[in-house]
């Protein structure tokens, strides 16, 4: 979350929409989409071609390529612009930039002006666009802005005129133009025949629908607000779990005069968002700010581990950000323990620098991911333990660089996060909040995506890891910029905020044998806190947390040298523990231990380790902070 950023709040029937620009693979490949597709290819590459040309302001030949692969739809994108002069300069920077080496400098230099003014024109028309502007305009225009816009941006650049204000315009533009084609989102019932003639329980699920689609009249139109109904169809999409409300007749004796349904608070609608605005010109927008907006700065480990059931050999599952793509495979422990084997890599979509994982109060194993730009995305199994099937990618409102996650004793996820200026952030599946109140479930549900507000911690912080004692408390650790040490946990179960009085306690300073850069911790068979840090220099430390208060072992150092680290603890009675790492030429290490305390009486250090084993890595290198195709943006109703 960026200085001064407002998360979303809670809301009754209606959402701060978070948004994710992700390419759903549900759609059928029709000749629309396809031709959809390239353009957005083009836009992509054309923004990253515009960067090379930084590098090189005489190659122009990339994007020059880009446009003469794109160019047919390209051209017949800007024939369906209303707007003249729009579609006119459009039309004269497609054909003008792929001869713009045989223009003479001063008209080299003129042209590169003139596809400036054409991307500013394209602004100012997004920006005028009002409550009573057609939308599908205002779409075009948006096509419009960023089939020019890297265009105009590698002209300047050729002839060495700056793009600073250039870049700056796009950036807003795009701004402007997701928040005018925002979708309208809310929770539909499923079946206005369900409506009861008394008050009683209807089921929804959360739907939005785009600007293509008009505005549905509300079912049974009542004193209290109604019934909103979607129906299938183009345009629209849905949440695919289900929402438990309560419908109110407004007459109790004249039932039949209409209706007000009322569901939980909070559902976060950003699966349907992304899907119902497929193939539109706010997909585009995601894109472009992705590519031209800067990196959130440092961030935390991309490898990541959870184990979806404590049961013995069950198997680890393991995550990897790899900057323009994502990683899952698996580490199956065996009887002899000291050697779980390894499935290898799988790639999966979502292109995140960092990532973390756990499990839900079913089982179903839960990812979180933080972009190049610091998006925050998650998704989770459909079913426990298949790591086949997963949810669509949903965002979450704000901006971090580092992210952690433990359960609660309740069931529900918390998760921890740093941003770049060094706040600390929490927040936490609602319980039961997947029903309204007055039809929860007894006992309720940690909710499938509906979270409460983010709330800002005390203190400053680089990076936080988290884990969940045997005792149900959740233990906080994080490392500030200074590499210094700290720690907090619960006091109580299940107090998610540790803002309240007395529900945390206070920030304790851990000491270390040196500056600290990362951190990672889990628990060992004995339901102790290991902690596990890395030094500016790459070397792994150990300390164990000895119970409650400040009693701590030694600090031991592991051999080895790893730029990034995870630990997890296998299932069951067998108890190891398992750390994977990635060195900084981007090789990928494993190395287990059974935890136990050894040494003469007093002496209280970790055990030993075995050696590390080489793993299969995807990786030539760190993960680079490269462009991705996720972009975090908070669009207010």
Not at 151 to 156: H, T
Not at 249 to 278: C, K, N, Y
Not at 353 to 359: L, R, T
Request: proline share 7%.
């Amino acid at each position: 979350m960026t200085a001064g950023a407002k998360p979303a709040g809670r809301f009754r029937r209606r959402v701060a929409i978070c948004v994710a620009a992700l390419v759903s693979t549900s759609l059928a490949a029709t000749p629309a989409n396809a031709q959809f597709d390239i353009l957005l290819t083009f836009v992509s590459k054309g923004y990253d071609a515009y960067k090379l040309i930084q590098n090189k302001p005489s190659d122009l030949s990339v994007l020059q390529a880009l446009i003469t692969q794109s160019k047919a739809q390209i051209i017949a994108e800007i024939d369906g612009i209303t707007a003249a002069t729009i579609a006119s300069c459009a039309q004269t920077a497609v054909d003008t930039f792929q001869i713009i080496d045989q223009l003479s400098p001063d008209n080299q230099q003129a042209f590169a002006i003139s596809a400036d003014q054409c991307v500013n024109d394209a602004q100012a028309q997004i920006a005028a666009a009002g409550p009573a502007t057609d939308k599908r305009a205002v779409d075009k225009m948006g096509f419009a802005l960023n089939l020019v816009g890297p265009i105009a941006l590698a002209a300047k650049v050729h002839v060495g005129l700056p793009t600073d204000t250039l870049r700056l315009h796009i950036l807003q533009a795009n701004q402007q133009l997701i928040s005018k084609l925002a979708p309208t989102c809310d929770v539909s019932i499923d079946n206005p025949d369900d409506l009861p003639t008394f008050s009683g329980t209807v089921t929804g699920h959360g739907a939005c629908y785009n600007f293509t689609v008009p505005t549905p009249a509300r079912v049974e139109v009542g004193e209290r607000g109604g019934v909103f109904y979607l129906p299938h169809g183009p345009g629209r999409a849905f949440l695919y779990w289900p929402l438990l409300g309560k419908a109110y007749p407004d007459d109790d004796l004249l039932w039949w005069r209409g209706h007000t349904a009322f569901f939980a608070r909070g559902v976060d609608f950003s699966i349907a968002a992304a899907e119902a605005m497929q193939g539109t010109s706010w997909q585009i927008a995601h894109v472009a700010l992705d590519r031209l907006e800067p990196d959130s700065g440092p961030v935390a480990s991309p490898v990541a581990m959870t184990m979806y059931a404590n049961i013995i050999y069950k198997p680890m599952d393991a995550f990897l950000a790899g900057g323009s793509s994502s990683y899952q495979g698996t580490l199956n422990p065996v009887p002899s323990g000291p050697n779980p084997s390894f499935s290898g890599w799988k790639g999966e979509d979502g292109a995140f620098v960092s990532m973390a994982a756990g499990a839900n109060a079913d089982g179903r194993v839960e990812t979180f991911g933080i972009s190049r730009i610091g998006g925050i995305y998650h998704r989770w199994e459909l079913s426990p333990g298949d790591g086949s099937r997963w949810s669509g990618m949903a965002q979450m409102d704000g901006q971090l660089n580092s992210i952690a996650v433990a359960r609660n004793h309740n069931g529900t996820l918390q998760v921890f996060g740093t941003n770049q200026f060094g706040n600390i952030f929490t927040r936490n599946q609602v319980l039961g909040g997947d029903q309204e109140a007055s039809v929860q479930r007894n006992p309720p549900l940690p909710a499938t995506d509906t979270w409460t507000p983010w709330k800002q911690l005390d203190g400053a912080l680089a990076q936080v890891a988290a884990v969940t004692g045997t005792d149900g408390l959740i233990h906080l650790l994080g490392v500030n910029s200074a590499g210094q040490l700290f720690h907090r946990q619960q006091n109580t179960r299940d107090a998610t905020d540790p803002t309240a009085s007395g529900a945390w306690s206070g920030w304790t300073q851990i000491d270390v044998p040196a500056p600290m850069r990362a951190i990672a911790a889990t628990l060992d068979l004995g339901g102790r806190v290991n902690i596990f840090c890395l030094t500016r220099d790459d070397r792994i430390f150990q300390r164990v947390k000895l119970g409650s208060g400040n009693l701590y072992t030694g600090w031991a150092q592991i051999p080895g040298s790893l730029h990034n680290i995870a630990a997890m603890k296998q299932g069951g009675g067998a108890g190891m523990l398992v750390l994977m790492g990635i060195a900084a030429d981007g090789r990928m290490y494993r190395a287990t231990s059974y935890g136990l305390l050894t040494g003469a009486p007093g002496s209280n250090m970790p055990g030993p380790w075995n050696a590390w084993a080489s793993l299969p890595s995807p990786l030539r290198r760190l993960p680079p902070i490269n462009p991705v195709v996720l972009h975090p943006v908070l669009v207010q109703p």
